[in-house]
């Protein structure tokens, strides 16, 4: 089992929660447990990419947003179902 997540997987948490309503940067840090720091670059980063917004009590997620976030979770589904027919597979070989 992996014990860091990669990028898409902090983006898709960081999208994911905003959209369940935890807006703000204390918020999103303890529940998407991650550091203000690094938390502060992913957030700069969807902001100028057009998938969040600077709201007065944290974030917002854009139309935009929820278009990438959908597809992060089809691919975060696929991923399963992969994972599923790679250890149905090896238990065959």
Known sequence: MRSKRDQLEIISDILDLVEKGHTAKSALMKNANLSFTILKK?????????????????????????????????????????????????EEL
């Open 42 to 90: 992913y957030t700069d980063y969807l902001i100028s990419k057009g998938y969040l917004e600077e709201t007065e009590n944290g974030y917002r997620i854009t139309p935009e947003g929820d278009k990438v976030l959908e597809k992060l979770r089809r691919v975060r589904e696929l991923e399963f179902k992969l994972a599923e027919l790679i250890n149905e597979l090896s």
